[in-house]
């Protein structure tokens, strides 16, 4: 019973953290790095929506890299090599968090509880 709700809380606050995350993303007002990385750390990298959304932006990088126009071609180049960039700096940050947050938890994905 205890640790259902412990992920489920879990999820409530890193969905949360996300969407701070991405409003910060957008307004500039907020920044919004800080909120991702705890965000995706609480997730967890498996998490099928994570998945969903970072699909999602490598095709619309994708997308516009491959259009005609000189302009859009251009900024989708260069989205994509600094979302690459950014790739390989957060990573470990978030690999690291998760297994802190793991480790708080005392709870490990790849070694579900037996009920």
């Not at 809380?9 to 409003?23: D, K, Y």
């Not at 699909?55 to 090599?81: A, D, M, N, Q, Y």
Request: aromatic content about 10%; proline content about 10%.
């Amino acid at each position: 019973m205890y640790l259902p709700m412990l992920l489920l809380i879990r999820r409530i606050i890193g969905g949360f953290f996300l969407l701070l995350g991405i409003i910060g993303l957008i307004m500039p007002i907020l920044p919004g790095w800080p909120f991702l990385v705890p965000g995706i750390a609480l997730l967890g990298s498996r998490d099928p929506w994570l998945r969903v959304i970072h699909l999602g932006i490598i095709r619309l990088l994708k997308f516009c890299k491959s259009r005609r126009t000189p302009w859009i071609r251009r900024s989708g180049e260069r989205l994509f090599v600094a979302y690459k960039q950014a790739r390989t700096v957060i990573a470990p940050l978030i690999l690291r968090s998760e297994r802190t947050i793991e480790r708080w938890v005392g709870y490990t994905p790849k070694h579900p509880p037996q009920a």
